[in-house]
T-cell receptor, first 111, second 115 residues
Framework: GENVEQHPSTLSVQEGDSAVIKCTYS??????FPWYKQELGKRPQLIID?????GEKKDQRIAVTLNKTAKHFSLHITETQPEDSAVYFC??????????FGAGTTVTVRA | GAVVSQHPSWVICKSGTSVKIECRSL??????MFWYRQFPKQSLMLMAT?????????EQGVEKDKFLINHASLTLSTLTVTSAHPEDSSFYIC???????????FGPGTRLTVT
């Protein structure tokens, strides 16, 4: 099955700086890569996603890049704010619609 | 749109008893529903996939006789934890999607504590 690795496990940044989280996947058939933000005790919320026919996607301060050849994708958050503090999960999906999640990154934005 | 609810939001039960968790898609028909378990500070682990009117498909290592899943309609799936033990204490989250490779919409989760 699909195996998704995520790094780093924790990330502390100064408010206003950028944060980057990287994920790699093992199944070359994976075609959909969502990113979720989860606050303590809450449901995961989709913040951005990218499909395998696209190399980059941006939504305001959030961007995702995908390198299919290397089988890795990254989340970029610019101009970080305290409310960006949360746990972020990457995921990958093949055609059977099951999501395989990374281990998560705890992001702390220091004011 | 695309709202998924779960009930209850939290439950405490005694060891040996059974607990049922409901997952509902409120404004769309969910052909497929997924059940996840999340331990503290860990990732979401897929337990099973259920399609309306069919038996659930369980992931390796998940006991199907312990975690009973029923997806009787296009808007409701239930997870029953039978003969619960303290190690079953966890955050259980469902998600639902429409037919085809659409986004999964997550429920708010159910915190289960077994004493």
């Amino acid at each position: 099955g699909e195996n998704v690795e995520q790094h780093p496990s924790t990330l502390s940044v100064q408010e206003g700086d950028s944060a980057v989280i990287k994920c790699t996947y093992s199944d070359s058939a994976s075609n959909y890569f969502p990113w979720y933000k989860q606050e303590l005790g809450k449901r995961p919320q989709l913040i951005i996603d990218i499909r395998s026919n696209v190399g980059e996607k941006k939504d305001q301060r959030i961007a995702v890049t995908l390198n299919k050849t290397a089988k890795h994708f990254s989340l970029h958050i610019t101009e970080t704010q305290p409310e960006d503090s949360a746990v972020y999960f990457c995921a990958a999906r093949v055609d059977d619609y099951k999501l395989s999640f990374g281990a998560g990154t705890t992001v702390t934005v220091r004011a | 749109g695309a709202v998924v609810s779960q009930h209850p939001s939290w439950v405490i039960c005694k060891s040996g008893t059974s607990v049922k968790i409901e997952c509902r898609s409120l404004d769309f028909q969910a052909t497929t529903m997924f059940w996840y378990r999340q331990f503290p500070k860990q990732s979401l682990m897929l337990m099973a996939t259920s399609n309306e009117g069919s038996k659930a498909t369980y992931e390796q290592g998940v006991e199907k006789d312990k975690f009973l899943i029923n997806h009787a309609s296009l808007t409701l799936s239930t997870l029953t934890v039978t003969s619960a033990h303290p190690e079953d204490s966890s955050f259980y989250i469902c998600s639902a999607s429409q037919s085809g490779p659409y986004e999964q919409y997550f429920g708010p989760g159910t915190r289960l504590t077994v004493t």
